[in-house]
């Protein structure tokens, strides 16, 4: 069990899609847990497989105190829309302003693959979907405008070298 590395932007693995999880073993139960650390330790609110280089789809949330896993999440349903700002432990010190659906419903498994489905909304939902982007390889900065995305990938590039 152990804190694992955070990887932040532009590294490669971030744009790695993560494929669904099929084995609900004690491998399952060790990335979930050090999911949890990781997290933790890292002041995070939430916190994607793809983000400490395992291509799985796996997540692990604690919004003020509601605390989720989501094994292979899927977005059944959405509606509305809303404005907030949003951060990213892979970028650090970027806040950025995001639009996303107010409201969704979400079908998802735990960790010996018992299925749930759970309708949430407002900021606990943008988690959800920022954690549900990554999944699928999509970062907060293909969230922005395009002006903002080729300022903010300069800036990051530049501190990564
Ligand atoms: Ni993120």
Same mark, same amino acid.
């Given at each position: 069990?152990?804190?694992r590395? =955070?990887?932040?932007?532009?590294?490669?693995?971030?744009?790695?899609?993560?494929?669904?999880?099929?084995?609900?073993d004690?491998?399952?139960?060790?990335?979930?847990? +050090?999911?949890?650390?990781?997290?933790?330790? /890292?002041?995070?609110?939430g916190?994607?497989? #793809?983000?400490?280089? =395992?291509?799985?789809?796996?997540? =692990?949330?604690?919004w003020?105190?509601? !605390?989720?896993?989501?094994?292979?999440?899927?977005?059944? $349903? /959405? /509606?509305?829309?809303?404005? +907030?700002? $949003?951060?990213?432990?892979?970028?650090?010190?970027?806040?950025? +302003?995001?639009?996303? #659906?107010?409201?969704?419903?979400?079908?998802?498994?735990?960790e010996?693959?018992?299925?749930?489905e759970?309708?949430?909304?407002?900021f606990?939902?943008?988690?959800?979907?920022h954690?549900?982007?990554?999944?699928?390889? !999509?970062?907060?900065?293909?969230?922005? /405008?395009a002006?903002?995305?080729?300022?903010?990938? &300069?800036?990051?590039?530049? !501190?990564? &070298?």
């Amino acid at each position: 069990m152990s804190v694992r590395e =955070v990887l932040v932007f532009p590294n490669p693995a971030l744009r790695q899609k993560a494929e669904c999880v099929t084995e609900f073993d004690d491998k399952l139960r060790r990335l979930v847990f +050090d999911m949890w650390e990781t997290m933790y330790i /890292s002041k995070g609110v939430g916190l994607a497989a #793809p983000q400490i280089g =395992v291509p799985l789809r796996v997540i =692990v949330i604690d919004w003020e105190g509601s !605390k989720r896993l989501l094994v292979n999440p899927e977005l059944l $349903e /959405s /509606s509305g829309e809303i404005r +907030d700002e $949003e951060g990213c432990l892979s970028f650090p010190g970027i806040f950025e +302003d995001v639009t996303r #659906p107010e409201r969704i419903r979400v079908a998802y498994q735990d960790e010996n693959g018992e299925r749930a489905e759970e309708a949430v909304e407002g900021f606990f939902a943008r988690v959800f979907l920022h954690e549900m982007d990554h999944l699928d390889a !999509k970062l907060l900065i293909d969230r922005v /405008s395009a002006v903002k995305r080729a300022f903010l990938k &300069k800036k990051l590039e530049r !501190k990564a &070298k």
